[in-house]
């Protein structure tokens, strides 16, 4: 089966470079570097993005995945996946990592958007402080209504392990990532997608109100759904998968890994494992192409 993957992070030098730069331990930036590759066993990017985006495109056809929707997942990577989307030749869609409160976002988006050079953005209201239905959010999504761009807005629970080795505070507060938030601002801007990931990271009721009240909301499944392990009883990816078809419908739900590093790559065992609930749940195969690649290829405009 031919996939699109909706849900996966570059990660390319830059990124690195700008974690490494910000993180408060001791040390220079490529010590820093050093140590989180020494504690993890990554393998980090030693080229400049055209260099990391052959690496991506070779594991595309290794695994044979058609597209994947690839994130700047700090504001200092956008320039590298924008550059990459746009020499890849199809094969990537590039959304950044953006901060509404920050001055000029809003207007830089609207450019970004107007050129072709992104799909949409990835925003984090628990890690920035702020409501999606918010003021400060407002100038942002009415960009997006505009350009009928595509929104992440991640809810849940929100656990970063590069910035946690880093030593970077946790400051996320999950009383700014509740899906339910979505509902005024997919409302009012009905032009604009806005999509939930990892089925609403431990919020499944409330992604699922969402998706119910709202028509321009869409979930996705990507990561290792680990949250499912705080749901009492504890939930299966089966139920999960359930729960989202019914109130969503096949055309709404996507098809994500939150793939991001080497030597892992591109995570087919969660393609598998995805594949597998669908069809214990008795999903055919057309529903399963909606959900593996044919709503991805719609939002997306793929010809």
Not at 133 to 146: M, W
Not at 207 to 225: E, K, Q, R, Y
Request: proline fraction near 6%; charged fraction near 20%.
């Amino acid at each position: 089966m031919q996939v699109v993957d909706f849900h996966s992070h570059f990660f390319g030098r830059s990124y690195f470079e700008a974690l490494a730069a910000q993180s408060p331990l001791p040390g220079t930036p490529a010590e820093k570097l050093a140590a989180l590759a020494a504690r993890t066993g990554l393998e980090l990017p030693q080229g400049g993005p055209l260099e990391h985006l052959a690496r991506w495109t070779a594991e595309l056809e290794k695994k044979h995945v058609e597209h994947l929707c690839s994130f700047a997942s700090l504001p200092e990577e956008a320039p590298d996946v924008i550059e990459a989307a746009a020499r890849s030749q199809g094969r990537l869609s590039a959304f950044v990592l953006v901060n509404p409160r920050v001055e000029g976002v809003a207007a830089k988006v609207d450019a970004w958007l107007a050129a072709g050079k992104i799909r949409g953005v990835l925003l984090f209201p628990a890690l920035h402080h702020y409501r999606i239905d918010g003021p400060e959010a407002r100038a942002l999504c009415e960009v997006l209504g505009r350009h009928a761009a595509i929104a992440f807005v991640h809810c849940g629970l929100l656990v970063v392990k590069l910035r946690d080795l880093l030593g970077f505070p946790r400051v996320q507060d999950l009383r700014h990532a509740d899906p339910l938030h979505l509902i005024p601002a997919a409302n009012a801007f009905p032009n604009a997608r806005f999509v939930i990931p990892h089925f609403g990271a431990g919020f499944l009721r409330e992604t699922l109100f969402a998706g119910a009240a709202c028509p321009n909301v869409f979930v996705d499944s990507s990561s290792s759904n680990s949250w499912m392990a705080t749901q009492a009883p504890r939930a299966t990816l089966v139920e999960v998968f359930a729960r989202a078809l019914e109130v969503f419908g096949p055309q709404r739900v996507l098809f994500g890994t939150d793939s991001n590093t080497f030597p892992a790559g591109w995570r087919r065992d969660r393609w598998e494992e995805q594949h597998r609930a669908l069809t214990d749940l008795g999903v055919g195969a057309t529903d399963q192409e909606l959900v593996f690649r044919g709503n991805a290829r719609r939002l997306l405009g793929l010809a």
